[in-house]
């Protein structure tokens, strides 16, 4: 029972949370401390459990933006409608994007995704069907509930809530599936888990297209809640990173690991831009910046593992070591 008390405590305070804190503002944060953790998480297929670090999946995300608003903007279509075609043209663009670029590693494979990911932007930005530079919004008539728009943020908390739960779900079966194993082989050593027989190129690709369609699905519910997306609040290179680091804060290729950076890195950036306004647009990157260099230096696997392991530490301490049986001694 001990082992699921914290879990169960942990997850009646995300659920009370907007109830508790009921002002518009703090409503909205959490709505998007949980969008942001479902983008994160899905991220995590790929760069976590995979150990391909990808620095392009604002393309993923603005596939689902995009698809949620174009249904919604050019036939005035539910955005609903929006997501599969978006899940669709997601994992479409990472399987011929992934055939080639998975083939690299390292920094190679980062730098492939984000020139990838600036070319569809520059490509979005000068389409005027995709509403270039100046982006979609949804048509000047009255949006009903089927088109998931509220005035408050509370809806749209349960809403992420749920969807939220639903990617974890699908990334820890993944992760306790023959794949998941393929996926830490292959992230522990790509070469020797070649040599071991594990189909490392085709379990890469599968991972990449499911990252991508889970990321257009955190994409689309973005579009839905603002009702807009633009190049650069759907493409931009700065989703991209805040996903990464969301990941690595709290700790890549663990599962709850994206959420735990998400809520903490989200009340930042959002308290910072509230109390700063537009002078304090540059902070973002710089702040970002400091956190990178800080989990590279002193905690490469995120918050999570540290405090796994001052646990750990913790229970092998002399006064938390369990009483040895009755004949027993220590060695000497």
């Not at 399987?95 to 979005?124: D, K, N, Q």
């Not at 696997?301 to 405090?307: A, E, Q, R, S, V």
Request: charge should be positive; include cysteine.
């Amino acid at each position: 029972m001990r082992r699921f008390l914290w879990p169960a405590l942990l997850l009646a305070l995300i659920v009370a949370y907007p109830l508790v804190f009921s002002t518009p503002f703090l409503q909205r944060l959490g709505a998007l401390v949980l969008l942001y953790a479902i983008a994160a998480s899905s991220w995590n297929v790929i760069g976590g459990y995979a150990g391909q670090v990808s620095v392009g999946h604002a393309v993923f995300f603005g596939c689902g933006a995009y698809a949620a608003m174009g249904a919604y903007s050019h036939f005035g279509l539910s955005p609903l409608v929006g997501i599969p075609a978006g899940i669709a043209l997601a994992a479409g663009i990472a399987a011929i994007v992934g055939v080639p670029t998975l083939r690299l590693s390292g920094h190679y494979f980062s730098m492939a995704t984000i020139a990838v990911a600036e070319l569809v932007r520059l490509v979005v930005t000068n389409t005027d069907y995709l509403g270039a530079a100046v982006g979609l919004s949804g048509p000047t008539v009255p949006r009903s509930v089927f088109d998931l728009s509220f005035i408050s943020a509370l809806p749209y908390y349960y809403l992420f809530l749920v969807v939220l739960a639903v990617t974890l779900l699908i990334t820890w079966w993944m992760a306790n599936s023959r794949m998941g194993f393929y996926l830490r082989a292959i992230r522990d050593s790509e070469r020797a888990a070649r040599s071991l027989g594990a189909p490392t190129s085709r379990t890469k690709l599968y991972a990449f297209m499911l990252s991508a369609g889970l990321t257009s699905v955190a994409g689309a519910l973005y579009a839905m809640m603002f009702g807009f997306v633009d190049p650069e609040s759907g493409l931009g290179i700065l989703i991209s990173v805040k996903i990464l680091i969301m990941a690595a804060l709290g700790g890549a290729g663990l599962l709850f690991g994206p959420l735990v950076g998400a809520a903490i890195l989200v009340p930042l950036e959002e308290i910072s831009n509230s109390l700063l306004g537009g002078q304090g647009a540059g902070l973002t990157f710089v702040v970002y910046g400091a956190i990178i260099v800080l989990i590279a230096r002193f905690q490469p696997g995120g918050i999570l593992t540290l405090i796994k392991r001052e646990l750990e530490r913790r229970g092998r301490a002399p006064g938390k070591q369990k009483p040895l049986p009755a004949g027993a001694s220590h060695a000497p």
